[in-house]
T-cell receptor, first 111, second 110 residues
Framework: DVKVTQSSRYLVKRTGEKVFLECVQDMDHENMFWYRQDPGLGLRLIYFSYDVKMKEKGDIPEGYSVSREKKERFSLILESASTNQTSMYLC??????????FGPGTRLLVL | KQEVTQIPAALSVPEGENLVLNCSFTDSAIYNLQWFRQDPGKGLTSLLLIQSSQREQTSGRLNASLDKSSGRSTLYIAASQPGDSATYLCAVPSGSRLTFGEGTQLTVNP
């Protein structure tokens, strides 16, 4: 079974803090994705990566950066957290054009 | 730009009913379509993936259909159970990316 894990289920941070969200997959997938999910706005793609050290902006990259130093790990970085980044963050991975497999999500609260 | 719409936004049914969830998309040049389930506060679980060459895909009590020409997919759930209560999302690809609908929140009442 494909397993996608995220470093935290719940996280509380203060405005201005640098925040790291980590995602690890165990199926050697080349594609990895970071989404955020908000009521009324649905799932929105922040960044994705199709190979190590490669990244592409999604629909809402502002205020975020990513890092993919190893194939199995994709990190989302909030350089200076703001209250409007309070959200549910979901990581996913896939191989080619196949099924995307999601992690359990991280609920981030920025105070 | 691909847009995905799901109707209805919410649905409440008594246990045992058969039901249909709808998904429509604006750009029919897709190579597959996925249906996901999401329980409250959790991640998404993939239910079915239909390739563009297929018209239907079945898994247990779930049956998904795809009509590319009309830009529509349906998810049929037979003999619904309270454990089916969740939000169901459809998604279509653009390259490696997915565009999601906003989901249908299903409640199955005992």
């Amino acid at each position: 079974d494909v397993k996608v894990t995220q470093s935290s289920r719940y996280l509380v941070k203060r405005t201005g803090e640098k925040v790291f969200l980590e995602c690890v997959q165990d199926m050697d997938h080349e594609n990895m994705f970071w989404y955020r999910q908000d009521p009324g706005l649905g799932l929105r793609l922040i960044y994705f990566s199709y190979d190590v050290k490669m990244k592409e902006k999604g629909d809402i990259p502002e205020g975020y950066s990513v890092s993919r130093e190893k194939k199995e790990r994709f990190s989302l970085i909030l350089e200076s957290a703001s209250t409007n980044q309070t959200s549910m963050y979901l990581c996913a991975s896939s191989s080619g054009w196949g099924t995307q497999y999601f992690g359990p999500g991280t609920r981030l609260l920025v105070l | 730009k691909q847009e995905v719409t799901q109707i209805p936004a919410a649905l409440s049914v008594p246990e045992g009913e058969n039901l249909v969830l709808n998904c429509s998309f604006t750009d029919s040049a897709i190579y597959n379509l996925q249906w996901f389930r999401q329980d409250p506060g959790k991640g998404l679980t993939s239910l079915l993936l239909i390739q563009s060459s297929q018209r239907e895909q079945t898994s247990g009590r779930l049956n998904a259909s795809l009509d590319k020409s009309s830009g529509r997919s349906t998810l049929y759930i037979a003999a619904s159970q309270p454990g089916d209560s969740a939000t169901y999302l459809c998604a279509v690809p653009s390259g490696s990316r997915l565009t999601f609908g906003e989901g249908t929140q299903l409640t199955v009442n005992p």
